[in-house]
Nanobody, 115 residues
């Protein structure tokens, strides 16, 4: 059983930065993809950024050029560096892990950007 533990959320002013972390328990073997999703109040959960085991990345249009996803395989941790934050980035951010035959979700970390 894999557990994902997110950290790094908080309150920041517009224009500021945060770095989210998500550490996965267990082995990094059989990982296909890691990603960050977010869900704002009253909205559907949406993909923010993803990275495959081969290092290919993709981003939501709204965060391109501002957010960067990266992974440290040695400690089975995925990061989301978020710069130039705006109030529209306010949401709960969820870590996602896809392994062969199974998906995993973290419990989420709140990011609040004040204007």
């Amino acid at each position: 059983q894999v557990q994902l533990v997110e950290s790094g959320g908080g309150l920041v002013q517009a224009g500021g930065s945060l770095r989210l972390s998500c550490q996965a328990s267990g082995s990094s073997n059989s990982v296909i993809r890691r990603a960050w999703y977010r869900q704002a109040p009253g909205k559907q959960r949406e993909l923010v950024a993803g990275i495959t085991s081969g290092g290919n990345t993709n981003y939501a249009d709204s965060v391109k050029g501002r957010f960067t996803i990266s992974v440290d395989i040695a400690i089975n941790t995925v990061y989301l560096q978020m710069n130039s934050l705006t109030p529209e980035d306010t949401a709960i951010y969820y870590c996602y892990l896809l392994k062969v035959g199974r998906t995993y979700w973290g419990r989420g970390t709140q990011v609040t950007v004040s204007s």
